[in-house]
């Protein structure tokens, strides 16, 4: 995973010369989001193969009950009122019929990967593995969804 090596090192040190504060924090925020956006390479997700579909939606479950509930909520609806820096978070339903994401499992990789400045973590410099991101990415459209 070479690919996430020099970005992660920079986003430690913009964490560790972070000092605290709010402003500051949301720059590092702004920040480390610009560089999961610029360290993305959508072809790590082309060598991931899945026994079956099975597995994958699976593996999807467990990693959207870590890593996505909390925020999304237990549908997907965006509801489930987390709390960040005093603000509740409103993420978007991906049961919505104008989710901008319904059609684009790439460009959900890369919203996963990147994260963005609203709240959204950067899962792929955590490092939440790209079969993880494929999983829970596949869960999302297939079970939640149900495409």
């Known amino acids: 995973m070479r690919w996430i ?3 992660l090192a920079t986003l430690v040190g913009l964490v560790a010369c972070g000092g605290g504060t709010s402003s500051r924090e949301a720059a590092v925020k702004v920040d480390s989001t610009g560089i999961a956006a610029a360290a993305y390479d959508s072809t790590a997700f082309d060598t991931i193969h899945w026994k079956d579909q099975k597995e994958a939606l699976d593996r999807g479950a467990v990693v959207w009950a870590y890593s996505c509930q909390k925020c999304h909520g237990d549908q997907g609806r965006g509801d489930a009122g987390f709390v960040l820096h005093g603000d509740t978070l409103r993420p978007p339903s991906f049961l919505a ?3 901008k ?3 684009d499992p790439e460009g959900i990789h ?3 990967f990147a994260g963005n400045k609203e709240g959204m973590p950067h899962w792929g410099l955590v490092p939440l593995p790209a079969k993880d991101i494929d999983a ?3 869960y999302i459209l297939k079970k939640l969804r149900g495409e």
């Open 5 to 7: 090596g020099l970005p």
């Open 97 to 99: 019929m104008d989710w």
């Open 101 to 103: 994401y319904a059609n």
């Open 110 to 112: 890369k919203a996963i």
């Open 136 to 138: 829970v990415t596949q």
